[in-house]
């Protein structure tokens, strides 16, 4: 069983390009996750899927963020018109949510991204 | 709201110490979970505990064990006789029982275990 994978790893853009992350996610897990992490600070949560439907997105960041799960398994995180401030660890993670009660989310490696 | 507080932010020891990493949360809700990550250089987030608001049974795993005391928000974690490879930074995080989603990180405690 392969974890949850992102790519890429690393990403260095100019200010104003837009990038898009990849996340794959364990298999057979119905929920996915993305959070962003800046040094020094824990893991901030943005938006989640299950399955194909985005649950929550209030806490993504601007309008510039956005984030697809089409078919329900892989997802993209596209950030629109870059700023230095987007520079940064993207995490996704992953879990098998079972009907109300809390589940254990699994996390990819993060992709980094600095902004120059 | 929900907030999680590590109020270590750096932790040094030598091989072999015990070393505790303090965990303190606020929240309303009366369920909710509580985790360990563990964050090596790599990057992932490595899972260690998840543990509900209604067992408050210390539990050991190898060389971790957890100490959760809801009387004091408190959900601490020791390693005893620290390995090198024990080096990282250490996450807990808070999320509620009805969507067990959006975790709540504190903002690490970093250990360094020397040899």
């Known amino acids: 069983d392969t974890g949850v994978s992102q790519d890429p790893r690393h990403k260095i853009t100019k200010r104003g390009q837009n990038v898009t992350f990849r996340c794959d996610p364990i298999?057979?897990?119905?929920?996915l996750y993305w959070y962003r992490q800046t040094l020094g600070q824990g893991p901030e949560f943005l938006t989640y899927?299950?399955?194909?439907?985005?649950?929550?997105k209030s806490r993504l960041l601007s309008d510039r963020f956005s984030a697809e799960r089409p078919k329900g398994s892989f997802s993209t995180l596209e950030i629109q018109r870059t700023e230095q401030g987007d520079s940064a660890m993207y995490l996704c993670?992953?879990?098998?949510?079972?009907?109300?009660?809390?589940?254990?989310?699994?996390f990819g490696e993060g992709s980094w991204l600095t902004v120059v | 709201a929900q907030k999680v507080t590590q109020a270590q932010t750096e932790i040094s020891v030598v091989e072999k110490e015990d070393v505790t990493l303090d965990c303190v949360y606020e929240?309303?809700?009366?369920?909710?979970?509580l985790f360990w990550y563990k964050q090596p250089p790599s990057g992932e987030l490595v899972f260690l505990i998840r543990?509900?608001?209604?067992?408050?049974q210390n539990e050991i795993s190898g060389r971790y064990s957890w100490n959760f005391q809801k009387s004091t928000s408190s959900f601490n974690f020791t390693i005893t006789a620290s390995q090198v490879v024990d080096s990282a930074v250490y996450f807990c995080?808070?999320?509620?029982?009805?969507?067990?989603?959006?975790?709540?990180f504190g903002k690490g405690t970093t250990l360094s275990v020397s040899s």
């Open positions: 899927f299950q399955n194909e439907a985005q649950l929550e």
């Open positions: 543990r509900n608001s209604f067992d408050e």
């Open positions: 298999s057979e897990h119905n929920r």
């Open positions: 929240t309303r809700d009366t369920t909710y979970y």
């Open positions: 993670a992953s879990s098998l949510a079972t009907g109300g009660s809390g589940n254990t989310i699994y």
């Open positions: 995080a808070l999320s509620d029982w009805e969507a067990g989603t959006a975790l709540i």
